[in-house]
């Protein structure tokens, strides 16, 4: 985290230490929803069964995937 943040985190790239494996610090299972983006867009409370038709649309739209991050205030 440390070193992705010395490059304004464009680089996500890292080895994990426990099986030498190479991934993403945006594919790593944290405690919380956590995320790394160019932007964001947030929604106050959203209805939770339109939200994933919201995303789909997004995407299309945006022409790139999209990650839901929940934050709790
Ligand atoms: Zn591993």
Known sequence: MD????????????????????????????DWCAGFA??????????SENINHCMNKLEEKLFCSIKKVVAYY
């Open 3 to 30: 070193k992705a943040s010395e490059h304004q985190f464009t680089e996500l790239h890292v080895k994990v230490p426990c099986c030498d494996g190479e991934t993403s610090l945006n594919d790593l299972q944290y």
């Open 38 to 47: 160019r932007f964001s867009i947030e929604i106050l409370n959203p209805s």
